[in-house]
C-alpha cells in the first residue's frame, strides 16, 4: 500500500491521516535555482552595452546604450505574454 500524500498548509498528509512537514531538500534546491536565475538577470544588465557593441549592433561602446536598452525591454516584453500562461496554470492546479 502506497503512500499517497496532499499538500495541507505546508504539511503533507499521508493516507494513515499522519502529518509531516515538507521536505527541506526540494524547497531549498527552488531557492537556489531561483537565485540562480536572478543572479543571471541582473548581471545582463552590468554588460549590455559592451555585448552589444562586441557583436556588431552597435557601430561603438559610445552608441551602444540604445543597443543595450533594447535588449533589456526585450526580457521584460519576453515575459508579458508566458506570464499570463504561467498564471493561468498557477489558477488551474495551484494549491487550492
Same mark, same amino acid.
Given at each position: 500500500? +502506497? $503512500?499517497?500524500?496532499?499538500?495541507? /498548509?505546508?504539511?503533507?498528509?499521508?493516507? %494513515?491521516?499522519? *502529518?509531516?512537514?515538507?521536505?527541506?531538500?526540494?524547497?531549498?534546491?527552488?531557492?537556489?535555482?531561483?537565485?540562480?536565475?536572478?543572479?543571471?538577470?541582473?548581471?545582463?544588465?552590468?554588460?549590455? +552595452? $559592451?555585448?552589444?557593441?562586441?557583436? /556588431?549592433?552597435?557601430?561603438?561602446?559610445? %552608441?551602444?546604450? *540604445?543597443?543595450?536598452?533594447?535588449?533589456?525591454?526585450?526580457?521584460?516584453?519576453?515575459?508579458?505574454?508566458?506570464?499570463?500562461?504561467?498564471?493561468?496554470?498557477?489558477?488551474?492546479?495551484?494549491?487550492?
Amino acid at each position: 500500500m +502506497g $503512500i499517497r500524500s496532499k499538500l495541507a /498548509g505546508g504539511k503533507r498528509e499521508t493516507s %494513515s491521516g499522519l *502529518k509531516r512537514p515538507l521536505s527541506t531538500k526540494p524547497i531549498l534546491s527552488l531557492c537556489l535555482c531561483n537565485c540562480a536565475h536572478f543572479y543571471n538577470i541582473c548581471s545582463l544588465f552590468s554588460y549590455a +552595452g $559592451i555585448l552589444a557593441a562586441d557583436l /556588431g549592433w552597435a557601430a561603438d561602446r559610445d %552608441s551602444a546604450g *540604445k543597443m543595450a536598452g533594447f535588449l533589456q525591454s526585450a526580457n521584460v516584453l519576453g515575459r508579458l505574454p508566458t506570464s499570463v500562461v504561467w498564471g493561468f496554470f498557477a489558477d488551474r492546479f495551484g494549491l487550492k
